[in-house]
């Protein structure tokens, strides 16, 4: 994932239609034909997703096997390999992955449709728009973290490197309901909070799997007085501003329509005598 | 009221039913009807455990890593005589009710059941579909494995068309698991992905078999490679499931409920 802000809109965006342009002028340009017909071929494909899955798995080891790695000054957490986020050489990889996929993608379209087709349209569509989003729009999301209290209301987040950042509305907690077990451990736990901007008030609420909506932002429950319970005076909710929300959702519907479709077996290997022959 | 002590016979009388099947199955060489009829006897007494212990607990039992088991076993065993109902392959309830059993052996001998509460981070209404999904497509892939270890020393190529069916219905269903769980995760945690060991595993194991499938289409007659390719996924599946929990710092992850 992307998240150096100097990636963010309109970087990230201009970077993408760079590839689209890439591909084009390699698709269309008779003389290098020979290196579309290779990225956008079905092995090209099946090598830049073993990188990828290569990539993650040694990234996963370093993170598993070698806890000295996560230190900031470690030559392998500087370069990106014992990281995910904002990872220098997973984004390369990703991006040869995207650019496979897209290419792949695009001759998807000169062939002749049909059922499997579609399905491998769909998956292929939704795992770009997922790889676009969660990569390269990942520099565009916002996460902040405000205490908001009873008493007064609060404008000031922070973000994850405690910086604060001012926000276009303030926060002003009214009630924290905690509905609980018989042996007393949470069942649910609710905050009631309203929201003032430009002199308007709106009274929302947010639970546990349910954040509440404000224009852009996606406010989450974080946490709570534990001991205090409903009595508490204080709960942490985290904001989250993520503007390719909507295009991650669409590929991930898009890859689910396509994984039903991958379910619904086509073509039965059942013999006129019936089973696997001589097994 | 069906307790987890009760476990034992359910199971036995369900293992029972399918060794019958399994028998019958693997001996006429025509579609057996007693053999599904037993199989769908089996799955029916074990269906009814997990209902009654539901309603004795009074939450879904998808938590712990046993309850998990619970649902492999039960889906594993569906899955087997859905495949023979369909395409009549005759070793298929062996296999699944070899590797069912194993699975209620372990949940016998190590539980691992033992909350009746589900913590708010579960209270969603994708934590139900999210777990089952993924036990439905752990059942497809297991068969799938059992399918590419015979098929090592088998060398019907019927066997290998047989495996991509499996495959394929198995990744479909685990696409729909882990993508349930990103939208899941984006309203429990305010983002999609977050790169949990469990997460990252998932992602793994799902690659793996997006690579066989393209592998198969690559090189249809690179059999061997192919197989050896499902055996290491489904090894993948098995640390993606339970064996991120013996690594090194899963205190970390964000899926441990137990």
Redesign the interface.
């Known amino acids: 994932m992307v998240t150096s802000q100097f990636f963010a809109f309109p970087v990230n965006v201009i970077f993408l239609f760079s590839l689209l342009f890439i591909l084009f002028i390699v698709k269309n340009i008779p003389l290098l034909h020979p290196i579309w017909e290779k990225i956008s071929s079905s092995k090209w494909l099946f090598y830049a997703l073993s990188l990828f899955l290569g990539t993650i798995f040694m990234i996963q080891m370093m993170r598993t096997f070698c806890p000295d790695s996560f230190s900031s000054q470690n030559i392998f957490f500087k370069i990106g390999l014992s990281r995910f986020v904002s990872s220098p050489f997973l984004a390369v990889i990703a991006t040869c992955l995207l650019f496979t996929l897209m290419a792949h993608h695009a001759k998807q379209w000169t062939l002749k449709f049909s059922w499997k087709q579609l399905q491998l349209r769909l998956f292929e569509l939704g795992a770009i728009l997922i790889i676009i989003s969660l990569f390269w729009g990942a520099a565009d999301q916002h996460q902040y973290t405000i205490i908001i209290n009873k008493e007064t209301a609060s404008d000031i987040a922070y973000t994850d490197t405690q910086h604060p950042v001012r926000l276009p509305f303030s926060i002003q907690l009214n009630q924290i309901h905690v509905t609980k077990y018989e042996s007393g451990n949470a069942k649910q736990v609710e905050a009631k909070f309203h929201i003032t901007q430009n002199d308007k008030i709106y009274q929302t609420q947010c639970h546990v799997n349910a954040p509440a909506h404000f224009h852009d932002y996606d406010l989450y429950l974080q946490s709570y007085d534990t001991k205090n319970g409903e009595k508490n005076h204080y709960c942490v909710l985290m904001l989250v501003k993520d503007p390719w929300k909507k295009t991650t959702t669409t590929g991930i519907i898009f890859m689910m329509i396509a994984a039903l479709m991958m379910m619904i077996p086509v073509k039965s290997n059942v013999t006129k005598e019936g089973g696997v022959p001589h097994d | 009221m069906i307790n987890w002590e009760n476990f034992i016979f359910f199971s036995v009388a369900s293992i029972i039913c399918w060794g019958i099947a399994s028998v019958l199955s693997a001996i006429t060489?025509?579609?057996s009807t007693i053999a599904i009829l037993f199989a769908l006897l089996g799955i029916s007494i074990y269906a009814t455990f997990i209902i009654g212990y539901w309603i004795f607990i009074d939450r879904p039992p998808l938590r712990t890593m046993g309850e998990t088991r619970l649902w492999f076993s039960f889906f594993l065993a569906a899955a087997g005589v859905l495949i023979y109902m369909?395409?009549?392959?005759?070793?298929i309830l062996s296999f699944t009710t070899l590797l069912s059993t194993l699975f209620i052996i372990i949940n016998i001998l190590k539980p691992e059941i033992h909350h009746k509460?589900?913590?708010?981070?579960l209270?969603?209404i994708?934590f139900i579909p999210h777990v089952v999904i993924y036990m439905i497509s752990y059942a497809f892939l297991g068969a799938s494995f059992l399918f590419a270890v015979y098929r090592l020393f088998?060398k019907?190529p019927?066997?290998s068309?047989?495996t991509d069916?499996l495959v394929?219905?198995g990744?479909?269903?685990f696409?729909?698991g882990m993508?349930?769980g990103?939208?899941?995760a984006?309203?429990?945690?305010?983002?999609?992905?977050d790169?949990d060991?469990k997460e990252?595993?998932a992602?793994?194991t799902w690659?793996?078999y997006?690579?066989y499938l393209?592998?198969r289409?690559?090189f249809p007659n690179a059999h061997t490679r192919a197989m050896v390719l499902l055996i290491v996924a489904f090894l993948f599946l098995l640390i993606c499931w339970f064996g991120v929990n013996y690594?090194?710092?899963p205190e970390k992850s964000l899926h441990l409920y137990n």
């Open positions: 060489s025509k579609k369909l395409w009549h392959y005759r070793f509460e589900l913590m708010p981070a209270q969603s994708w088998n019907n019927y066997l068309k047989a069916n394929s219905i990744t479909g269903a696409t729909l993508f349930m990103s939208l899941w984006k309203e429990a945690w305010g983002v999609f992905w790169w060991p990252t595993w992602l793994m690659l793996f997006l690579i393209l592998h289409k690559i690594l090194p710092y």
